[in-house]
């Protein structure tokens, strides 16, 4: 349990790091939504080396770090990005 909530605490740092980057860039291009992706892998990737020193010795296979939590993690990126994005940028939907 304790691996969702620290991918949850750094996908919300990844997706603020992503959108601020986003915010410098043009939103039209892929690129800007690539480097949020890039961002997004280069903090999963991370955090599974810090999994990975605190709870090597208390999971069967190293294989279950990687993969554990991995779809929570782009979920709440990707909700996170939106979120921090729109609010960077100031769009609103008006109905």
Do not use: C, P
Not at 32 to 60: P, R
Not at 72 to 87: E, G, H, K
């Amino acid at each position: 349990m304790t691996i969702y909530w620290i991918r949850v605490a750094l996908s919300l740092v990844a997706a603020a790091i992503s959108a601020v980057v986003a915010t410098m860039q043009n939103a039209t291009d892929l690129y800007t939504f690539v480097n949020g992706i890039t961002i997004a892998l280069l903090v999963y990737l991370l955090s599974y080396y810090v999994i990975k020193a605190k709870f090597m010795n208390q999971v069967e296979k190293q294989s279950k770090l990687m993969t554990q939590a991995i779809f929570m993690y782009f979920i709440a990126w990707a909700f996170f990005f939106i979120l921090f994005y729109s609010l960077l940028t100031g769009s609103a939907v008006v109905a």
